[in-house]
């Protein structure tokens, strides 16, 4: 007999019991694992069902299905917009999995979530981890740890806060990225991982989905991270690694003897064009700042021309250096059409990408440049460039980068000038 026919047999209510039975239609690696484990880390690609195997997780944690019930829960993301839009409204989301009789509650002023039973779930941001201090939770969710601004610090935080109950557990959800945080949460004794890529998620996903973003990046290294979820190190080869990072970060000085937008344009401004890589670094003594990642895709001629113009005051910079290789005078005239006495250096690369990045790493090695704030982007360009790159499209977050450093720590005519903003 087919499924079919015995769905046909049931009767309304047992339809709608079986259609809100999770663990009939869930993959396996969407299911919590059995065992004594304190963290279950699913690492999954782009619309792999991370969302709704964290969502039903806690469902049966707060109505105590198959398990004995948690209450109060802890629903932390990477900022409360985006806790609130995907882990409570989400089409996967808490507030859509539920049948009628189940549906929590929620309490948008407060950040809750209540329960028929009463149990209940709090948002947090991990960008607040001291909001972590005070409450205590018998169970926790953690949507895309490896986009939190400070992951390993707010989830210190949340341990302390994961006491009550017999056997506390949490669930982290996230594409992954190399980070050291990532990294050490993979290797502790007491976390379960389990994996799922994009393509084991196919019949829930758009058709079209597959024939475009899958055919284009597969096989590639954002492919292998961002579909199949896999952690990837830094590539052979590579001049920069993720944990000097870390390392390297700090806040910003509140005055530079100099700053500079750099960018790397592209030559057209379709959907499949390279991005536009723009790069703020300033320069404090001997000691080089990158302040901001602007890069964004698609990017039309007037659009890059005025996020230039605005970082260039925003930044308080004094020059603007524009690759011209691809676009050539053009460049320049996008930028003069706007702010006609805007200081333009156009450069031209005559060498590789990798032999122009070599000395800027140097610096970096030597503890010559510091991060400041996120720059996860830029960040996971840089380590995935190697001399042998294929398939992997531009690196112009990493171009831009190696222009700005290269014009104020390594350039012959820099002249400093205190500036503030």
Known sequence: ??????????????????YHDWRFWARPDQVAPDGNWLTWLMLGGRGAGKTRAGAEWVREKALGLNQKA???????GEDIADARAVMIEGVSGLLAIHPTDQQPVFHKSRGELEWPNGAVAKLFSAHDPDALRGPQFAAA???EYAKWPNPQICWDMLQFALRLGDAPQQMV???PRPIPALKKLMQDKNCVVTRAS???NAANLAPNFFSTVTAHYAGTRLGRQE????VLEAAEGALWHHAQFDELRAASPAQFDRVVIAIDPPVTSHKHSDQCGIVVAGQVGEVTYVLADLSFQPAPALQWARKVIHAFDQFDADLVVAETNQGGDLVGLNLKQLVLNLPIKQVRAHRSKYARAEPVAMLYERGLVRHVGDL????????????DQTGQGSPDRMDALVWA???????TDARPRIRNF
């Open 198 to 200: 994009t393509s084991d």
């Open 227 to 230: 579909l199949d979820g896999e």
């Open 405 to 411: 450093i290269t014009e104020l720590a390594l350039g």
């Open 141 to 143: 969710w953690a949507d």
């Open 1 to 18: 007999m087919q499924n079919s026919d015995l769905i046909a047999e049931l009767s309304d209510a047992e339809v709608q019991a079986l």
């Open 376 to 387: 996860r982007h830029l960040e996971d360009e840089m380590c995935a460039f190697a001399p």
């Open 173 to 175: 959800t996230t594409t």
């Open 70 to 76: 948690a209450s109060p829960i802890a629903l932390v």
